[in-house]
Each structure stands twice: as C-alpha cells, then as structure tokens.
C-alpha cells in the first residue's frame, strides 16, 4: 500500500483534533483526524474513511455502450460542502469496499455488488 504524505496541519480550537490535507502523487485532500498526533511531512498509510456516506453507486448500468461508460466513469475528486468530497473512482477491493481516485485509497466498507466503478459522495473525511 502506497502512503500520502501530510502537508499541513489546521488545529482546530484548543483540542487534539485536526484537520489535516494530505497529498497523493496527484491530488490533495483534507481529512479530519481526531486526537491527532502527527506531524507536517510525516507520511501515513494511504487508507482514508469516508463518513456520512450520502450516495455510493455504479454511474452506469452494465448494458450502456463502452464510450458512455467510459464518459461518466472518469475519474474526479471534488469539494463538496464544507468538508466533504464526491466523485467516481475505482473499485480496487471489492470484499473491503475499497475505492481509489486520485492517488487516494478510500475504505468504504462495502461497495455494491459487481461494481468496478462507483461514483460517490460524502460529508467528511477521516484519517485514523
């Protein structure tokens, strides 16, 4: 498994907690990170948790035709929200619910059936 490696750190009030981006070959993200005890340039393991998961699905059905599969099953990450992101990747583990888009591996727990890609959305990030 590939690591990602934190490029700042945003403390949030006079706690523990964090919020912490994180950068792949490719992309950068901010996840939430509670009871944080990292450090700026320290690499972690590249295994993110989305949380308040609000749409997890196949963007097609296996009968579409090839280019329209491959239109919108593009790979994208984005913003959503405050903290949150949506986008579509691949599914890399499907008996872990294992998805990746952009350099980052998120552990969904479950992804449906058969799927290869999924397009997603979620309200927070966590780094654990």
């Not at 919020?19 to 944080?36: E, G, I, K, N, P």
Request: charged content about 20%; overall charge negative; glycine content about 10%.
């Amino acid at each position: 498994m590939s690591h990602l490696t934190i490029s700042s750190i945003n403390w949030l009030s006079d706690s523990e907690d964090a919020d912490v981006t994180l950068s792949s070959d490719v992309a950068t993200v901010v996840a939430f990170c509670f009871q944080c005890s990292y450090k700026v340039g320290q690499t972690v393991p590249n295994l993110l948790h989305p949380i308040m998961v609000g749409e997890l699905q196949s963007p097609y059905l296996q009968d579409w035709p090839a280019d329209e599969k491959a239109l919108v099953g593009a790979e994208r990450l984005e913003r959503h929200g405050g903290s949150g992101y949506r986008g579509c990747g691949e599914v890399v583990d499907q008996a872990e619910g294992l998805v990746q888009v952009r350099g980052f591996v998120f552990n969904f727990g479950d992804v449906p059936a058969g799927a290869e890609t999924v397009r997603f959305q979620f309200d927070r990030l966590d780094l654990w």
